[in-house]
């Protein structure tokens, strides 16, 4: 009897150990998150202006802004044509597979660093060798469109950098189009009775100094969101100040997010909307900063992939410092570190990575990219 209790005993630990595991599967895989349709193709990817969460231009839910898809998530997403393409032996791509490519983009190996290693205690020295010469001219004036605070450094630090050292700081341009409210960070109570301004102001002060470590002057540092009342983000004000931009200075290279190779609805929709300009030979340049994850699934038939990469020391440390201004910390200046708190790995990685790559595609066609 007591044998037996001793197996009964022992088969109630493994399966609570079993539901337990499974539990942890099932967060991980965004099971429980409901803003996620398990069973819906990403069949809005190229038509991120045509979402439910967008009216007219002007996000009305920022819902689906509680945090970046991630590449998890996107075969959750897409499993019904992941098992299609297996029974038909076809290839399968979890993202930017619109139709088919003849060839992709090469993957870029991701560097993590160890673990107790941050922004604030790596340093990297740069090779001195690497160049940018290869990489396509900007035109005489660059604008940077990040859509939320950390953006701008994340995908574009090594591209800013070359663009100052290259057109000079008067030349370059960011201009940022989203408040950065709608992530869920804001749901913890340090945030709780704040008001859409006063959040959009903590994550403004991050950006701001990042914007300063990079060597933007502060006059050349635009809010494209603050035109409206409200401070909702609006996609027609991004067009209004990139034709404003173009008329006014004449050779102007823009760079934005990917309107497909991207996996956040809102950057989709920011790059998007310059892409409709540029096919509607309304804009001459425009160029594409992509997440190194997702140069993979670039169909490299229609895109050239420009890389930069930082040769001195202190582009590595403007760029690192433009990091640390993420992870700051300090109630009595307002400061509590939302950008880190939200991604830190990117950040990390990114001081991790000696040439602290930007990656940029550019098009070589206005039909399909």
């Known amino acids: 009897m007591k044998k037996i209790n001793h197996i009964n005993k022992k088969r109630v630990l493994v399966f609570s150990v079993l539901i337990f595991f499974c539990q942890i599967l099932l967060i991980k ?37 509680a945090r970046d898809i991630n590449e998890t998530t996107f075969k959750a997403n897409t499993k019904k044509e992941r098992i299609d393409a297996k029974n038909k032996k076809e290839p399968y791509y979890t993202l930017g597979d619109i139709g088919k490519a003849p060839s992709r983009l090469k993957p870029v190996i991701i560097k993590r660093p160890p673990k107790g290693m941050t922004v604030d205690n790596i340093n990297m020295k740069p090779d001195p060798t690497a160049t940018n010469d290869n990489n396509m001219p900007y035109k005489d004036y660059v604008i940077f469109y990040p859509q939320h605070q950390d953006d701008e450094v994340l995908w574009a630090g090594s591209a800013i950098r070359y663009a100052i050292r290259s057109r000079g700081a008067d030349h370059v341009f960011v201009a940022l189009v989203s408040s950065g409210t709608g992530h869920k960070i804001f749901k913890k109570n340090e945030f709780k009775n704040m008001t859409q301004r006063q959040k959009a102001e903590y994550r403004n002060r991050e950006f701001m100094e990042s914007c300063h470590h990079l060597g933007i002057p502060k006059e050349n540092i635009f809010f494209i969101y603050k035109e409206r009342g409200d401070w909702r983000t609006d996609f027609k004000l991004e067009r209004k ?41 309304k804009i001459g340049d425009l160029r594409f900063y992509l997440k190194p994850f997702l140069v993979k699934y670039v169909d490299a038939s229609k895109n050239i992939l420009n890389v930069y990469s930082v040769n001195n020391e202190e582009d590595y440390t403007r760029i690192k410092d433009a990091c640390k201004a993420y992870k700051y910390i300090n109630p009595d200046m307002l400061r509590a570190g939302i950008g880190y708190k939200t991604d830190f790995l990117s950040f990390d990685s990114l001081v991790y990575d000696s040439s602290q790559k930007s990656y940029i595609i550019i098009q070589n066609n206005k039909t399909e990219g």
Do not use: C
């Open 29 to 65: 895989f965004d099971y429980f998150d409901g803003s996620i349709d398990k069973d819906k193709p990403y069949d809005e990817i190229e038509h991120a202006l045509s979402d439910e969460s967008i009216d007219n231009g002007i996000v009305v839910n920022e819902k689906k802004d």
């Open 241 to 281: 100040f990139a034709l404003e931009m173009e008329k006014k200075y004449k050779s102007v290279t823009h760079i934005t997010h990917s309107y497909k190779y991207d996996d956040h609805f809102m950057h989709r929709a920011n790059g998007q909307t310059l892409y409709e300009l540029w096919k509607e030979d």
